[in-house]
Structures are given as structure tokens and as C-alpha cells.
T-cell receptor, first 112, second 111 residues
Framework: ETGVTQTPRHLVMGMTNKKSLKCEQH?????MYWYKQSAKKPLELMFV???????ENNSVPSRFSPECPNSSHLFLHLHTLQPEDSALYLC???????????FGPGTRLTVL | TQLLEQSPQFLSIQEGENLTVYCNSS?????LQWYRQEPGEGPVLLVT?????EVKKLKRLTFQFGDARKDSSLHITAAQPGDTGLYLC???????????FGAGTRLTVKP
């Protein structure tokens, strides 16, 4: 148990669906992250939030929309996804952006 | 090109063997982390090293941070099937407000 939870753990959606991934951290951290991990590819950093403000957006398609309503919660809203978006989506948090990151268990997303 | 290069990419060994995996960069890091990730799960932190030349031991795992703080190694003694997983290194660069990950070494330990 790392103190970072993610729901759902598994999600199957069609290309026209809208869904959201949720991440919650119980560590009192100030920074939160979304990563995409595809099979046999390195971790791809998608978004970084620090003190609830987005500080990094690594050329992610607009069909992925993050939301950070407070320092403990992070959402990733999904809309009109493509099959190539199927991957493990990982959330992480850290005290500051240069500090050790703690990961949630991930959401395995399959887009049909 | 990855900021942190991990080698080898894949490693398959028999139970009981020793192994070393590497994490190298041309950049200097203020700290470096090692994680292990099992299939379908998130990476789990193994260790953080912060001092050049530092050696940390975690049971059969030995972590070393290079003197120049540009590289690190992970040595596993008498590997067991439970050591199977993806080993990731991550580092915080000096004068950069971020943490970057390597691509990982995928280790398989056969019984």
C-alpha cells in the first residue's frame, strides 16, 4: 500500500464513450502526475500538477483532459479515445517535483 | 534518446545466479530512485540514493550511486523468481525542477 489509490483498476470503453479515471493520495503531497505505460514502451509522462496548478503538459492529445480539484485528488477525463490509447495509466504523487514519486496501482484501459 | 539509459533492456537468468543492472546518464542528479514493477501494477519504490558513492543494501539487493552522481547500479545476489519484474531508475537533475525515468530493465528469474 503506497498511499496512492486509483479507480477503476480496469476499464473497457468504446471509442465514443466518456469516462474518467480517479486518483487519490493520502500522503499530504503537493505534486501529482499522470503517466501512460504501453506494452514494451517506457513510462510516458502526460501531466504534472503542483499545488493544484498544471505545470507540465507533454503534447498529450486533447481527448485526455486532466483535472485537479484539490491537492489530494486528480482525475483524467477520457473522450473519443482511439484503440492505440489502450495502456496502463498510472498516477503518482510526490512532496515536490524533484522528490521521490509514489505510484498507485494503475488503471488498465482497453479501448475497443 | 532517454535521459537515463538502462541496461540491459532484458535479462533472463536462472534462480540462484547473481546479476547487475545499470542506469547511466551524462547528467548529474541530486537523487536517484530505483523501483520494481510487476505486471499490471504500479512501480514500487525500492530505494533512494542521494550521496555520490553511496551504497545501500536491501536484503539481497545492493544499490550504488556513482561518485559523479551520473549513474547507478543495482546488484542482486542469488536471484529468486520473486525478483522477476521491471526495474526502473528515476532521477532528479540538478537545476531542473523535474524527475525523469529510464525505460527499465525487464528481469525474468526462472526456477
Amino acid at each position: 500500500e503506497t498511499g496512492v489509490t486509483q479507480t477503476p483498476r480496469h476499464l473497457v470503453m468504446g471509442m465514443t464513450n466518456k469516462k474518467s479515471l480517479k486518483c487519490e493520495q493520502h500522503l499530504g503531497h503537493n505534486a501529482m502526475y499522470w503517466y501512460k505505460q504501453s506494452a514494451k514502451k517506457p513510462l510516458e509522462l502526460m501531466f504534472v500538477y503542483s499545488l493544484e496548478e498544471r505545470v507540465e503538459n507533454n503534447s498529450v492529445p486533447s481527448r485526455f483532459s486532466p483535472e485537479c480539484p484539490n491537492s489530494s485528488h486528480l482525475f483524467l477525463h477520457l473522450h473519443t479515445l482511439q484503440p492505440e490509447d489502450s495502456a496502463l495509466y498510472l498516477c503518482a504523487s510526490s512532496q515536490a517535483q524533484t522528490d521521490t514519486q509514489y505510484f498507485g496501482p494503475g488503471t488498465r484501459l482497453t479501448v475497443l | 534518446t532517454q535521459l537515463l539509459e538502462q541496461s540491459p533492456q532484458f535479462l533472463s537468468i536462472q534462480e540462484g545466479e547473481n546479476l547487475t543492472v545499470y542506469c547511466n546518464s551524462s547528467s548529474v542528479f541530486s537523487s536517484l530512485q530505483w523501483y520494481r514493477q510487476e505486471p499490471g501494477e504500479g512501480p514500487v519504490l525500492l530505494v533512494t540514493v542521494v550521496t555520490g558513492g553511496e551504497v545501500k543494501k536491501l536484503k539481497r539487493l545492493t544499490f550504488q550511486f556513482g561518485d559523479a552522481r551520473k549513474d547507478s547500479s543495482l546488484h542482486i545476489t542469488a536471484a529468486q523468481p520473486g525478483d522477476t519484474g521491471l526495474y526502473l531508475c528515476a532521477g532528479a537533475r540538478y537545476n531542473n525542477n523535474d524527475m525523469r525515468f529510464g525505460a527499465g530493465t525487464r528481469l525474468t528469474v526462472k526456477p
